[in-house]
């Protein structure tokens, strides 16, 4: 009976955000994250036309613009790999834009919602209604997060795949781990250091069942994408290309180079390297180590990207909920006494409201500081994680 209400809730409450976010879509302006690869999936289903050809890509601009586009305005390349694409065809069979719009920022508030109840089995060493109810709240509402589901961006997909992954790992079913770790392969940008450090760890620790999932997945996708349309490559990349060219990103260089045009490149790039080197020792130290030293790592390794030098949208930003509710749940099994939450609560709480002021109230460059703040976070609280031998402190 309890199974069945859970149900009848839970197709209720989708239910209504789907009718939400169509009310939602048929009043606010058309974004570029989600509706530039639905257009080129529809144009590709529709006319048979390449989703990277000039018709397509003129269709986007005279429903985008009204005209075709001007000479400094974006022309609307689509920067999504045709592996990736595919992922949207589903949506494509979708005629009303507004309402597949609707579909996918119900999806991915159902995936914001699922990556809070899940991260909580990851990390948390003992799980309470009010430890799942913080969880949900952060991921649900951190401004970061609204933000993808506003514009569209599938980041907050990637997450969910990683913490899904994660799980699976910790529990040794690496092939299924390795196949969902195909989502935020695709997605490329924030993740880019994390694979790296993810196929070293791999390759020494041996985990070849995890190669296996993800290559046999990669190589279907490939193999697909090419019988659809052999010449992807090259468009794709313009795509990207013009993508980071009139999309605003932040990178440390721009950030210090706004304030010292001479000097401020510089210091970035030396921060890059500090950073990387930092970064490559910890890998290093997590040879041979726990599960919770790799997902430590994981996770520092998400939130250093952002201050390594690469240009990143904000939209990107919504990974870094990962290790935002990693320090978190260090906070939390630390103290596991009756007030085990507070110390959990307060550093949701401070991320929570640090991400709404930088973002809404100050310069867009200051959010720079919310990577700067998780990864310090992680390092000081490193020993609280991996040192299993410290005792733990009951209030």
């Given at each position: ?63 985008y613009y009204g005209q075709l ?95 899904c992954s994660f799980l699976l ?227």
């Amino acid at each position: 009976m309890l199974l069945v209400i859970f149900i009848i809730t839970a197709i209720a409450l989708t239910g209504g955000l789907l009718w939400g976010n169509f009310i939602f879509t048929r009043n606010n302006p058309v974004d570029k994250s989600f509706f530039i690869p639905w257009l080129a999936a529809r144009t590709f289903l529709e006319y048979g036309d390449s989703p990277y050809s000039e018709q397509a890509t003129q269709r986007a601009q005279i429903l985008y613009y009204g005209q075709l586009a001007g000479e400094n305005e974006d022309p609307l390349y689509l920067w999504v790999s045709m592996p990736g694409e595919l992922f949207y065809i589903p949506l494509a069979l979708v005629k009303d834009y507004d309402f597949a719009r609707a579909i996918w920022m119900t999806l991915l508030e159902l995936a914001l919602i699922f990556t809070g109840i899940l991260f909580t089995r990851l990390g948390f060493k003992k799980i309470t209604r009010l430890v799942l109810v913080f969880s949900v709240v952060f991921t649900g509402t951190w401004i970061f997060n609204l933000k993808d589901i506003v514009s569209g961006s599938p980041i907050p997909f990637g997450v969910l795949a990683l913490v899904c992954s994660f799980l699976l790992m910790q529990n040794h079913e690496d092939e299924i781990a390795g196949i969902l770790l195909i989502i935020p392969f695709l997605m490329q940008g924030i993740f880019i250091f994390f694979f790296v450090f993810l196929f070293w760890w791999i390759l020494y620790h041996r985990r070849w069942r995890i190669l296996t999932g993800f290559g046999m997945v990669l190589g279907f996708l490939l193999l697909l994408s090419f019988l659809l349309l052999p010449d992807w490559i090259i468009p794709s990349l313009r795509g990207i290309y013009w993508q980071i060219k009139f999309i605003p990103s932040l990178s440390t260089y721009t950030a210090l180079g706004s304030l010292w045009p001479v000097v401020g490149p510089r210091l970035g790039w030396f921060i890059s390297f500090v950073l990387g080197f930092l970064l490559f020792l910890e890998w290093r130290a997590s040879r041979g180590r726990t599960f919770d030293h790799f997902l430590w790592t994981a996770c520092l390794s998400i939130s250093i990207t952002p201050l390594l030098g690469i240009p990143l949208s904000v939209d990107a930003y919504s990974a870094l909920s990962l290790p935002a509710l990693l320090l978190a749940s260090i906070l939390h099994n630390r103290w596991m006494g009756d007030k085990a939450l507070n110390p959990a609560m307060a550093g949701l709480i401070v991320t929570w409201v640090a991400g709404w002021i930088l973002l809404l109230f100050a310069d867009p460059k200051t959010t720079l500081i919310i990577p700067v703040l998780l990864g310090t976070g992680l390092l000081w609280m490193k020993w609280w994680m991996i040192k299993t031998e410290l005792p733990v402190i009951e209030t």
